[in-house]
């Protein structure tokens, strides 16, 4: 079993108003090569599936991690039609996300759940990419921030609407466009409106924050 506390560099537990969120800065050295045997045979044929040899130990060590953080919830994990992992026989929801070293899972009782991370870095395109999955009214939001400001809210924006596809339990083939955004009176993202057919579900809440330079966004919503 992983020692929490050698696997990681730096850990963030906060209580979000409707789920716990646990933020890890993982540890590579922490890695051992005993630590494969511990996951399921579908995580291990997934471990090796990856091409080089630094991701392989992180999805290992994150993997054990989320193993630890689940075991007071249950044991079992399966993973949905659209290959959303889920816990057999539980009220609990959970979410996971990464970006390079970082690893954050969100966990909520009784609301779908969920949770994206990504690392600010400056992106000579992200303007142009801005376009492409924002809205009308989002773009108009975003060209009228200041220039200083507009990098971190294209991140806000992007984890928002990754967070909401996981909760909502969709794949990929989800069009960003088809969930929109608006900023509140005190300039944080809500949903405003889903653009389809899809029925948004009730009491929508979107919570984000900034860890080492990394945006995180977690999206809860009341359950069918």
Same mark, same amino acid.
């Given at each position: 079993m ?5 696997a ?5 537990r906060?209580?979000?108003k409707?789920?716990?969120l646990?933020y ?13 045997s ?6 291990q ?8 040899t630094?991701h ?13 953080l ?10 949905d039609?659209l290959g959303? *992992?889920k ?15 970082y690893?954050?899972?969100?966990? *909520?009782?009784n609301?779908m759940?969920g949770a ?7 992106l000579?395109?992200?303007k142009?990419?801005?376009?492409i999955?924002?809205?009308?009214n ?6 009228k *921030?200041?220039?200083a400001?507009q990098?971190? $809210? ?9 967070a909401f596809i996981?909760s909502?339990?969709q794949?990929m083939e ?8 608006k900023l509140?009176?005190n300039q944080?993202?809500?949903?405003k409106?889903?653009?389809?057919s899809y029925v948004a579900?009730e009491?929508?809440?979107?919570e984000? $924050?900034v860890i080492?330079?990394n945006?995180i966004?977690i999206?809860?919503s009341?359950m069918?």
């Open positions: 992983l020692h929490k506390n050698s990681i560099l730096h850990v963030h906060q209580l979000l409707r789920s716990k646990y890890y800065n993982i540890n590579m050295d922490s890695y051992e090569d005993d630590m494969l511990e996951l399921s045979k579908a995580e044929e997934k471990a090796k599936e990856y091409t080089t630094r392989k130990k992180l999805y290992v060590i994150r993997h054990i991690l989320l193993k630890e689940l075991m007071p919830y249950g044991t079992e994990l399966y993973y039609k959303k *992992a816990l057999k026989d539980s009220e609990i929801e959970f979410s996971i996300s990464y970006s390079n070293d690893f954050v899972v969100a966990i *909520a009782d609301h759940v994206d991370i990504e690392y600010i870095m400056p000579d395109n992200y142009n990419m801005a376009e999955f924002l809205t009308e989002e773009v108009e939001i975003f060209h *921030a200041s220039p400001k990098l971190k $809210l294209f991140y806000y924006f992007w984890t928002a609407k990754e996981k909502i339990g794949g989800f069009d960003l466009q088809h969930v929109e955004f509140n009176n944080k993202l809500t949903v409106s889903i653009i389809n579900p009491n929508t809440l979107v984000q $924050l080492d330079n945006v966004s999206v809860t009341d069918p």
